[in-house]
């Protein structure tokens, strides 16, 4: 896994190390106590938080633990980050609400993935035309009201896409990262 943003090959527990001095395997198990509840959230020292993408986009996180994630740490580093795709629209959007949230309080986010920026999200739709007939029957809709639905259409998600990356490309900016860790001012 690269940090291709500088084409080096860096891993997001090399950045960790460097921006905590301490060390990845040293780094302690964090929870966040959050709305009554306990929410696992990966290694962190200090403000720095170490995370898979596992643990941040496959796990049941919602938009008010991506804002107490985002609160408790300046910087997130996830790591094993695979290529999105329309294929699972879950993990899609989990990534799209954590990324928004995370911009919104200028969180530094570093990426380490499979894919070069600019091909972080693939908006192929390779699904299974089965899947898609047994998903209509299950829902009872005829092949004119499937077209209707985003569900099918995947048109929320190329807007949320042209938004992500354009955020993610301003998230690298020097610009960005001189920002202070804040809740932005709506403009």
Request: glycine residues 4%; neutral net charge; charged residues 25%.
């Amino acid at each position: 896994k690269q940090w291709y943003q500088r084409r080096v090959a860096i891993t997001a527990g090399d950045i960790f190390t460097f921006l905590t001095d301490v060390p990845v395997g040293d780094a302690r198990p964090r929870t966040l106590s959050f709305l009554g509840r306990e929410l696992s959230v990966g290694r962190s020292s200090g403000t720095v938080l170490l995370a898979s993408f596992s643990d941040m986009c496959e796990s049941n996180h919602g938009s008010s633990d991506f804002r107490a994630i985002a609160k408790a740490y300046s910087h997130v580093l996830i790591s094993d980050f695979p290529q999105l795709s329309l294929r699972n629209k879950t993990t899609l959007r989990r990534f799209i609400v954590m990324m928004d949230t995370f911009y919104d309080r200028c969180v530094k986010l570093v990426i380490s993935a499979e894919v070069p920026l600019p091909e972080i999200i693939s908006l192929e739709v390779s699904g299974n035309k089965e899947d898609l007939r047994l998903l209509m029957d299950d829902l009872g809709l005829t092949a004119d009201e499937a077209k209707e639905m985003n569900l099918f259409t995947g048109e929320d998600e190329v807007f949320s896409h042209r938004r992500a990356i354009s955020r993610l490309h301003e998230m690298q900016t020097a610009a960005y990262w001189e920002l202070p860790h804040e809740k932005r001012k709506t403009r």
